[in-house]
């Protein structure tokens, strides 16, 4: 059944999630670096572009202008998706080296985003609150009514902000944010190599995980969704390939699953 869901943007992955997101709602994209996450948040803006929506990605993790050199590559019609710098214009606390994002900051057009080298901030000195992201992008909303938003990354963003105690009630507010901001939304996290799952993984209404692995043959790409609230979903992992046309999702035959999931 896919009643009343949207497509993700990448074909394969609407089959995994029996006809795509149920809108309105969080989900997560977990992985490593390098696993894909970027790509396939694009993508699922793209197709929101596709069909006249509104759309915005909210860059944290590497400056608006880097993206759009990476995506160039994919020859994909980007133009009209709004970016917001999460990495610019901030504000300095002191004495405290606290940095706010300025609830000022505007999105910008892909097609406007100049391509000069810049350098991506140094996170290790800096901290960009879950707090001022979500003022932000609320004054963006009350504004203008977006239908789809990335942000990449959650990882980025609370890095170095949160006591750990405060953690999973401030992830799980800004999650209840968006979707009373009556957004679909699309969270990239990162994913240690062992260790705790982040608290995002428990809190979305879906997570897609993103596999790599590394064999004699070289890089293997595996996707999988862990989770997904209310709806049925494909319990198999599928291997991919990132083309110039995106992310392909492939038949089970072409590789084998990895372990342990
Ligand atoms: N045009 C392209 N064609 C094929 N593969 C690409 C292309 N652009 C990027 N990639 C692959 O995608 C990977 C980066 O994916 P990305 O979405 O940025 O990862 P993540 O966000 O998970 O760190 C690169 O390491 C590269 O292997
Ligand atoms: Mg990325």
């Known amino acids: ?12 992955l609407d089959r995994m999630l029996h006809g795509g997101f149920v809108p309105h709602r969080p989900y997560i994209v977990s992985g490593a670096p390098g696993s ?21 990605f909210v860059a944290l993790e590497e400056p608006p202008n880097e993206i759009k050199q990476n995506m160039r590559s994919f020859r994909w019609p980007v133009d009209d998706i709004e970016m917001l710098d999460g990495n610019s214009d901030v504000r300095r606390f002191e004495p405290t080296p606290v940095i706010e994002i300025s609830t000022e900051v505007e999105p910008v057009k892909m097609r406007e985003i100049e391509d000069r080298i810049r350098k991506t901030p ?9 707090h001022s992201l979500q003022q932000l992008l609320k ?9 789809r938003v990335v942000v990449d990354s959650m990882t980025a963003l609370k890095y170095f902000c949160m006591r750990e105690f405060e953690e999973t009630l401030t992830t799980q507010s800004f999650m209840r944010f968006l979707a009373e901001s009556k957004v679909t939304s699309l969270l990239t996290v990162e994913l240690p190599e062992s260790g705790d799952v982040p608290p995002e993984t ?16 070289g890089i293997k790409r595996f996707i999988s969704v ?13 291997p991919f390939e990132i083309r110039e046309s995106g992310i392909v999702v492939l038949s089970a035959e072409g590789g084998k699953a990895p372990a342990p999931l």
Request: charge should be neutral.
């Open 202 to 217: 428990f809190l979305a209404r879906g997570e897609v995980r993103l596999h790599k692995l590394r064999d004699e043959t």
């Open 139 to 147: 004054n963006t909303f009350i504004k203008r009514r977006y239908e």
């Open 1 to 12: 059944m896919n009643d009343g869901k949207i497509k993700t943007g990448t074909p394969g």
């Open 122 to 130: 140094d996170f290790e000195s800096h901290e960009v609150t879950v």
């Open 36 to 56: 894909g996450k970027t790509v396939l948040s694009m993508q699922f803006l793209l197709e929101g572009i596709q069909g006249g929506e509104r759309c915005l």
């Open 226 to 238: 862990e989770k997904y609230k209310g709806s049925s979903h494909d319990e198999f992992v599928y």
